[in-house]
């Protein structure tokens, strides 16, 4: 019987064997989401935000269930040092068959979500985005596969294929009048997509892997890490959606949807970046544990470096840039979004602790973290909306990233074979050049938006030459350089 061992001769990286993994990810998502926020954008100068209110809530709902069908086969497949087909062809199936269940009963359950969570919005729409449910279950061991084996260029390119085809079908959809529909076949198209694609591509790892036609006789820790990694995702996910529903359960499907924009663009760089390059982390937290120290404090440099210098033009830049690019009935965003995006780039950088931490065997530590942090956040956030509305809702987010970036800092970092001190080392140059970007950034634009220019050019130079200050200044800093 041939089983899947060895995994960390086979499959090593180097330094640069990671950044270049990373690479791949990183900028076959940024191609894809440039799609995507291309459409976002476009989507959002022609349909009102309760369309996108709905789709909102609906999406949430989806995220939740997607959960309930995985149940932490994902990280199981990775973490798991032996596989048989026949493993997998169970995992395949209970996937499917919970897709599909959940499925009826999200459509069954449209009407009842929209009057409570989305009033004014379009019941129908949020019953047709169940589709995105059995289309998912078909791509979670296929996905798993092709993480397990490393191969990140399919990966990244299967990705990009689907955002780019589902964003120019929803420009299509929305360019003929459909309206919210088009924001649906958004996302039921992506599903599709990744779910084709996925299936196709793994067959390379099955056969790469020689997985063994008989399930292994050996104990293994993968079904006691299976539930972590599923409790894990499922607070993940009602943690982050949270807001939505809190929004949406004391206002309407217009401010539900002002807010999702603005917390879709300024997650961007955790969701759409840190999350790329922590798969690679996790692959590789897993097949090389003895590098686990090295690669995350190599994966926070990298982060830090290149998302803290975006922190402050993000923040100068945008009450002038997204009214002007979205148009003035979006400008309620504004606020929101600048706290949510200080929110985005902390978890990026948390993140890359977290992904090691799954990957060496302390997912049930991250768990555990995560479960307090939901616990705390549904309070948080019924208090400061009832205060301050969406507003509030971000302030509550940035208070929980504190504390929560806290102990991963402390508690998190010894797990994962490095200090708080070590941490700081790297990060402190990059601390010290943002503050000197930004105090540059904010003279210059009290200094240009005095002197009479229209109020975008004068956001957009304070933001440009901000970011010019401080550049010179990282590349000279030994901060952007990895150590081995």
């Keep these: 019987m041939t089983e899947v061992s060895g995994r960390a001769s086979a499959y090593a990286l180097s330094g640069r064997g990671l950044i270049s993994s990373a690479g791949w990810m990183a900028a076959s998502h940024v191609v894809a989401q440039g799609f995507a926020y291309g459409s976002l954008i476009l989507l959002a100068r022609w349909l009102p935000p309760a369309s996108f209110g709905t789709i909102a809530v609906g999406t949430a709902i989806v995220y939740i269930a997607v959960l309930l069908i995985d149940r932490g086969t994902w990280g199981g497949i990775i973490v798991q040092s032996r596989l048989a087909r026949t493993d997998l062809a169970h995992a395949f199936r209970r996937c499917l068959l919970t897709g599909i269940v959940l499925a009826v009963g999200m459509a069954a359950a449209a009407e009842a979500v929209v009057d409570r969570f989305a009033s004014g919005g379009d019941a129908a729409a949020v019953a047709v985005l169940a589709l995105c449910l059995p289309l998912h279950a078909i791509s979670v061991v296929p996905m798993a596969l092709l993480q397990r084996s490393m191969q990140f260029r399919r990966l990244g390119g299967l990705t990009a294929v689907a955002n780019i085809a ?56 993968a079904p006691t890490q299976e539930r972590w990694f599923f409790l894990f995702a499922v607070t993940l996910v009602v943690t982050v959606n949270l807001d939505y529903l809190v929004i949406g359960h004391s206002a309407n499907a ?164 490095t200090s708080p001190a070590a941490l700081w080392r790297r990060l402190h140059p990059i601390a010290v050049i943002v503050g000197f970007q930004t105090l540059v950034g904010c003279g210059v634009l009290v200094v240009v938006a005095g002197s009479g220019p229209a109020e975008l050019a004068a956001a957009c130079a304070a933001a440009v030459v901000g970011l010019a200050a401080g550049g010179p200044l990282l590349l000279l800093s030994r901060a952007w350089v990895w150590s081995r």
Excluded at 170 to 185: E, I, N, Q, R, Y
Excluded at 189 to 199: D, E, N, Y
Excluded at 203 to 220: E, M, N
Aim: glycine share 8%; proline share 5%; aromatic share 4%.
């Design 254 to 417: 217009t401010v539900v949807g002002l807010y999702a924009l603005a917390f879709t663009i300024a997650m961007a760089p955790c969701t759409h970046f840190s999350d790329q390059v922590g798969k690679v982390l996790f692959a590789a937290a897993a097949t090389q544990p003895e590098t686990v120290q090295q690669r995350t404090e190599q994966a926070v440099q990298l982060m830090s470096t290149l998302m803290l210098p975006l922190l402050p033009v993000g923040i100068l830049a945008a009450p002038t840039v997204l009214p002007a690019v979205f148009g003035p009935e979006w400008e309620p965003m504004v606020v929101p979004f600048q706290i949510l995006l200080a929110v985005g780039v902390g978890h990026a950088i948390v993140n890359c602790i977290g992904e090691a931490l799954s990957g060496n065997g302390h997912i049930a530590f991250r768990a555990k973290v995560m479960v307090a942090r939901c616990a705390v956040t549904l309070p948080v956030l019924i208090i400061l909306v009832s205060i301050d509305g969406m507003r509030g809702a971000a302030l509550g987010q940035l208070l929980l990233l504190l504390a929560y970036a806290a102990i991963y800092a402390m508690a998190g970092a010894r797990r994962a074979g």
């Design 166 to 221: 589902s964003a120019t079908t929803a420009l299509l959809m929305a360019m003929g009048g459909l309206g919210v529909w088009a924001l649906v076949a958004r996302q039921v198209l992506l599903s599709a997509g990744l779910a084709l694609l996925s299936s196709a591509l793994c067959l390379t790892a099955l056969r790469t892997h020689q997985i063994s036609p008989q399930p292994t006789d050996s104990v293994d820790r």
